[in-house]
């Protein structure tokens, strides 16, 4: 028997790969899909937060496209960025065009300064994906190791050595691949508002596939008339025409037989030694392997016979988490076609708004459209959820985004517990640690929380399938 633990999409996906076996998969929500449960109520529809579908890896394509035949729509991306009072399209760095010349100035200045030392990645852009294996290139970030497989574990289950002094920082390496500029006006602001914490305690190795890195021609260019490049990873991307992204999980679920998943199921102990699960009403479950996409800091938490030392370890790991304020809007959307907006300013609380219409029209009734403002916390801030609601209102009429506070006919604040794994020193320290004692345990941790990493959809899927081949592969 192997049991899965968590029916997001690493958890559902395993269970497909593993057909044929005896598998249970155990839920704690009364609906599959984790992260991509979507929320329908008085006929507007919310991802948690704007979820979009990448998908390069042609297997997982593949079996996407034949699990839902003619269900996406295929989309090209529309993102902004609201600074200075003006809206500017993504990324930044490549379209300056419209911005106040001084600071026009200084982002190019800034960036012609890295030039001299060396340090920006010229024509660098980063868009070599994490699907592909490679790392960008760029000499700034091939100062991060590359993470290494545990023996013995899926290739997924990679770790990094703790970072060396020299190793720079998210915060040297904004400033070393931007220049001063860039860095004062969009990404130190923006990424204080998403990680809530110094940037020098961030460690650089989560950029260096998901920041698009323009070459000096692109940020002049960008700075006179606007780029018209595609840069950066999203650029295309699939979201189901029918609304919600629930529709993936929901079909991956479907194709497994009655009985294999069962929700209402809170796992609340597990004994590794025995592989042995408990959850809330005292039933036990006894597997000889177990796969699990529980956050790695709450599996060490429920885990009886991790040592003390472990434990103590487990709990500096660190996240980020992010309050969704869905709002459901009467008339028209304030922009013809963006997706979603970044605001790197202070004096606004959300540091992105989604804009679910411009997805597909079912996400709204007709004459409506909706909003999402991302509020990120640290989970030992408690901003209030009135206070959030009031704060996004007064942001949003500020912005010009939302006409009046009356024109708001449905709001709802949904909070993220754990939304973005911080990426720093103790991670890198801890999860060597954690993973051996699990994998020794025929234990494996997968999926974005599981493994502790900045995972997308098609990664989670793909951990899945892995999974389902390690176990294989050792059987064989
Ligand atoms: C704000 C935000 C925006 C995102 N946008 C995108 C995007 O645009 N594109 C993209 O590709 N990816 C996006 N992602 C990432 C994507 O959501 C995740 O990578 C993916 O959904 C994670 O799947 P998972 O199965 O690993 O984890 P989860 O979805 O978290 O699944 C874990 C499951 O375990 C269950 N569980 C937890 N504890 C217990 C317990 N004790 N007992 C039983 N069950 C338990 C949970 O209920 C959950 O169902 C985004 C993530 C966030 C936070």
Redesign the pocket.
């Known amino acids: 028997m192997v049991l899965i633990?968590?029916?997001?999409?690493?958890?559902?996906?395993a269970a497909h790969h593993l057909q044929g076996r005896d598998r249970l998969v155990?839920?704690?929500?009364d609906e599959?899909?984790?992260?991509?449960?979507s929320i329908r109520e008085d006929g507007f529809t919310f991802?948690?937060?704007?979820?979009?579908?990448?998908l390069r890896d042609p297997e997982i394509r593949a079996w996407v496209g034949a699990l839902m035949p003619d269900a996406f729509a295929d989309l090209s991306r529309s993102a902004w960025i609201h600074s200075h009072g003006v809206l500017t399209p993504y990324p930044f760095q490549a379209n300056t065009a419209g911005l106040p010349l001084s600071v026009r100035m200084e982002c190019l200045l800034g960036f012609i300064e890295t030039l001299k030392h060396g340090d920006a990645g010229a024509g660098a852009e980063a868009d070599a994906s994490k699907a592909a294996g490679t790392n960008g290139s760029g000499a700034s970030v091939s100062a991060v190791p590359d993470p290494v497989p545990l023996s013995g574990g899926p290739e997924f289950l990679g770790t990094a050595p703790e970072p060396a002094p020299d190793e720079p920082s998210f915060l040297t390496w904004i400033h070393r691949t931007f220049g001063a500029g860039f860095a004062k006006h969009f990404f130190e602001p923006y990424n204080r508002k998403l990680w809530r914490r110094d940037l020098s305690e961030v460690t650089g190795d989560w950029v260096s596939w998901s920041i698009p890195r323009p070459d000096l021609g692109d940020v002049l260019r960008g700075a006179v008339t606007g780029s018209e490049k595609a840069f950066g990873y999203?650029p295309e991307?699939l979201y189901p025409a029918a609304g919600g992204?629930d529709h993936l999980?929901q079909a991956v679920a479907a194709s497994l037989e009655d009985g294999v998943v069962r929700t209402g199921?809170?796992?609340?102990a597990l004994e590794a030694g025995a592989r042995r699960v408990t959850?809330?009403d005292g039933e036990t479950h006894d597997a000889e392997t177990i796969l699990?996409?529980?956050?790695l800091p709450?599996?060490a938490r429920?885990t009886t016979d991790l040592p003390e030392a472990l434990r103590a370890a487990a709990a500096e790991l660190s996240h980020v988490s992010?309050r969704?304020v869905n709002l459901g809007v009467k008339g028209p959307p304030p922009h013809p076609d963006a997706q979603w907006i970044y605001f790197p300013e202070e004096a606004l609380p959300f540091h992105r708004i989604g804009l679910p219409t411009a997805l597909t029209p079912a996400m709204a009734p007709a004459g409506h459209h909706s909003l999402v403002a991302?509020i990120a916390f640290r989970p030992d801030e408690d901003r209030g959820a009135e206070a959030s609601l009031d704060a996004t209102l007064a942001g949003l009429v500020s912005t010009g985004l939302l006409a009046s506070p009356h024109d708001v006919v449905h709001a709802r604040v949904v909070d993220?517990p754990?939304?973005?794994v911080v990426f720093d020193a103790a991670r890198r320290r801890v999860l060597p640690q954690l993973f051996r004692w699990f994998l020794d345990h025929e234990v494996l941790p997968?999926?974005?929380?599981?493994?502790w990493d900045y995972?997308?959809?098609?990664?989670?899927l793909r951990?899945?399938k892995q999974a389902a081949e390690w176990i294989a592969g050792r059987a064989r």
């Open positions: 633990l968590g029916a997001g999409l690493a958890g559902l996906s155990l839920e704690r929500h599959v899909g984790g992260l991509c449960r991802d948690l937060t704007g979820h979009l579908l990448h999203n991307f992204i999980p199921c809170d796992v609340v959850l809330g699990t996409s529980l956050p709450a599996l429920l992010v969704a991302e993220i754990e939304a973005y997968l999926g974005r929380y599981g493994a995972l997308s959809m098609e990664d989670c951990h899945g």
